[in-house]
């Protein structure tokens, strides 16, 4: 039976998981801030409960075929994410589980919205934790899996396909998807414990430096502070996670190759990352020209710091803030709204439509348009030198239309529940993009805390299609998913 076979390989991701919560412990028994029996009991039960699941479906183990892998990334996100809330619901007794799973879930889909205030008097494990599963979550903890079970009997090629981001699934760095799997978490690795050492050089203590620098790889937006990034006012600071956020947006299949030869010709054969350059580049550009005539910073300096920082924040979907942009002029905010659905690169730890899908379509338009004067032409859509299939010119187009469809039955259900417009549709668009920051009254300078139940619902519903790229999820509400 389909649904035990999955069970089987879901007990044993559950155990696997368990084993991260070794970092909160061993951070706890340093600073001895009282969580480590809590973070311990959380570790016991996920791995107690993983371990039961995987033995009481053993007889039922077997290779799973290519659309199990679907029911298997949700069930196991969803899952990981409940088994994840236990220290904080025994660490912060006011917490509901409602909005602990939104926590949760807001990491490990490196969304970064969080509902938590006065995290400047957290105890440090549990803004680690926090971190921790925005680190875990960003390349895909399902991916981190794949490397391990084929050393449990388990075959890994459907997972990978299912949970890579982007319409691109196929392409392997190895021959062997075990393999594929360690080079994109060993460039991911690297480029983390750059950042680390760096932040800390910045001035940074080593627990936001650690936090900042998961986050930062993740693309999501926690921090160790109720003022974000702006706590630390640090423009050295700003830079480093800029750099950070920039390599997190980029294909990482690009950055093994590059470490690999050492060479930065990889990014330069990458049409993906040289459209992201363009389009952030002029994007940091027009908003620092845009903030200096509206005299919001008088300095061309300032504003071009401001600017470059939260504008690849936005764009890159990771959410960190330094400064209030709302206040900004009204075209700033929803530019760099638009800019989370389009820029991150297809492999990269960010949301959004991807920048792949972008040049796809505006290449498809060109074509039409061109059809249009010559009817009986023959124009292929090329990237990179490449015809594109007109099989994945489809499913993108599907996609959009699923994706918007998506993004109005959301933000109507949010109007359904009395939120106001702005705030509907702003927090819609920032959790289906796994953003953060929206607009309104879950703008940058405020938390998703004064949502009600179904309102956290809605946009914890939002972060997980947005995170497996609705198809995913979708998927298994279909009558041919469930026929033999």
């Not at 006011?94 to 990491?107: C, H, I």
């Not at 799997?181 to 203590?205: D, E, H, N, P």
């Not at 040289?274 to 005539?293: D, E, H, P, Q, R």
Request: proline share 5%; net charge positive.
């Amino acid at each position: 039976m389909r649904v035990l076979a999955v069970a089987h390989v879901l007990g044993l991701i559950l155990a696997t998981f368990g084993a991260l919560y070794l970092l909160p412990l061993g951070w706890s028994l340093f600073a001895g801030d009282g969580t480590f029996y809590d973070f311990l009991i959380a570790a016991i039960l996920n791995v107690m409960f993983g371990l039961g699941l995987a033995f009481a479906t053993r007889r039922r183990a077997r290779e799973l075929k290519p659309r199990d892998g679907f029911m298997l990334v949700t069930l196991a996100w969803a899952l990981m994410a409940a088994s994840a809330t236990v220290p904080l619901l025994l660490v912060l007794p006011g917490l509901s589980f409602t909005d602990a799973f939104f926590e949760t879930v807001s990491g490990l889909t490196t969304t970064g919205a969080t509902v938590l205030t006065g995290l400047d008097t957290l105890p440090p494990s549990i803004n680690l934790w926090r971190c921790s599963l925005h680190w875990f979550g960003g390349l895909g903890i399902i991916v981190l899996a794949v490397a391990i079970l084929p050393m449990l009997g388990v075959g890994g090629m459907q997972l990978y396909r299912a949970e890579t981001p982007g319409p691109v699934k196929d392409e392997k760095l190895t021959p062997r998807i075990t393999e594929t799997a360690k080079s994109l978490w060993l460039a991911y690795f690297v480029i983390t414990v750059v950042g680390i050492l760096a932040l800390r050089a910045c001035g940074m203590s080593w627990l936001d430096a650690i936090c900042h620098s998961f986050s930062a790889m993740g693309l999501g937006g926690f921090s160790t502070h109720d003022l974000n990034v702006g706590w630390f006012n640090s423009a050295a600071v700003e830079v480093v996670l800029t750099v950070l956020m920039l390599l997190a947006s980029l294909n990482f299949a690009r950055h093994f190759v590059a470490l690999k030869r050492l060479s930065l010709k990889p990014y330069m054969q990458d049409a993906e990352a040289k459209a992201v350059f363009v389009v952030i580049g002029a994007s940091v550009l027009g908003i620092t020209v845009l903030l200096v005539v509206n005299g919001t910073y008088p300095a061309f300096g300032t504003a071009l710091r401001h600017a470059a920082f939260n504008v690849v924040s936005m764009a890159s979907t990771t959410g960190f803030v330094s400064q209030n942009f709302e206040l900004w002029p009204g075209f700033a905010p929803i530019w760099m709204l638009l800019l989370s659905s389009i820029v991150c690169s297809t492999g990269s730890t960010g949301g959004g439509i991807k920048m792949f899908r972008t040049l796809l379509l505006v290449r498809h338009a060109i074509r039409e348009l061109k059809l249009l004067v010559h009817p009986n032409a023959v124009v292929p859509v090329r990237i990179a030198g490449h015809v594109v299939p007109d099989r994945i010119i489809h499913s993108v187009l599907a996609f959009i239309f699923l994706y918007f469809w998506t993004i109005a039955t959301l933000t109507f259900g949010l109007l359904l529940t009395g939120l106001d417009f702005p705030s509907s549709l702003g927090a819609v668009v920032a959790e289906i993009n796994n953003l953060g920051p929206g607009l309104g009254k879950v703008g940058p300078a405020m938390t998703y805390a004064p949502l009600t139940d179904v309102q956290t619902w809605i946009c914890t519903a939002a972060m997980l299609l947005g995170r497996l790229e609705i198809f995913t999820v979708l998927v298994l509400f279909t009558p041919a998913f469930w026929r033999k």
